[in-house]
């Protein structure tokens, strides 16, 4: 039976995490085992995705994010939010969550896992094809909120777009040091923040904008429920 490339991909990341990692294990060495070959396993997959059509490649990008995938998950790990003071959160006042205290753990990161990252990614590939990683693993959310910028504001400019796009891309960028969705929804939050901010400052009442978005939406909900119970027989 062929293997997929994927699989041969998979082979390769697991072979070499063997030889490198036997002595490593923690407490937990079958939970850390099994949590390797997930972090392998997503790696393969996003690099085959690429279509790079060239195996050692291929195989040398998906090594690159799964280094990453693997050391902030282990930094992550090693700094629980209890390994953060709790306090307030200067912006709103409000004390720490549990959540913030973790993203405040992991961003203290060393800076050295984002740059190798960056650097493996864009020595083997466009930069098309880094930010296309870099979509895997913040799950398309520029895209997905850029659309959801563009239906709140219909008439936004030009200018207003690609300030914010710019914003979210950074966000994108800065996600990818952080182990989960809630984590990274944080990281967007921040520079959501700063394109309503950019708006606002643009003589727009985003309130205001928002609300009648909400509204719209609302109101084609309860059309289509409507018209469906119309539909159905009596």
Do not use: C
Request: net charge positive.
């Amino acid at each position: 039976m062929r293997l997929t490339i994927a699989a041969l991909i998979f082979l390769a990341l697991t072979q070499h995490a063997a030889a490198q990692n036997s002595s490593a294990l923690s407490a937990h060495p079958e939970a850390r085992t099994q949590s390797d070959l997930e972090a392998d396993k997503k790696a393969a997959g996003w690099a085959e995705s690429l279509e790079l059509n060239e195996h050692d490649k291929t195989v040398r990008v998906a090594s690159v994010i799964s280094t990453h995938l693997r050391a902030i998950r282990d930094w992550h790990n090693a700094h629980p939010p209890s390994t953060v003071p709790a306090g307030i959160n200067p912006v709103t006042g409000l004390p720490l969550s549990e959540l913030d205290r973790q993203v405040i753990a992991n961003s203290a990161q060393p800076k050295s896992y984002h740059a190798d990252l960056m650097t493996g990614l864009r020595l083997e590939l466009t930069e098309a094809q880094v930010e296309a990683v870099l979509d895997k693993y913040t799950v398309g959310k520029v895209a997905f909120t850029m659309k959801g910028y563009q239906a709140i504001v219909p008439d936004l400019t030009s200018s207003e777009a690609a300030t914010i796009l710019g914003y979210l891309k950074e966000a994108r960028e800065r996600a990818i040091d952080f182990k989960n969705m809630n984590q990274i929804s944080v990281i967007f939050e921040i520079y959501k923040t700063k394109s309503e901010q950019l708006l606002i400052s643009n003589g727009r009442n985003w309130r205001a904008l928002y609300k009648s978005y909400t509204d719209s939406l609302k109101a084609k909900k309860a059309a289509e429920a409507a018209a469906k119970a119309a539909t159905k027989p009596r």
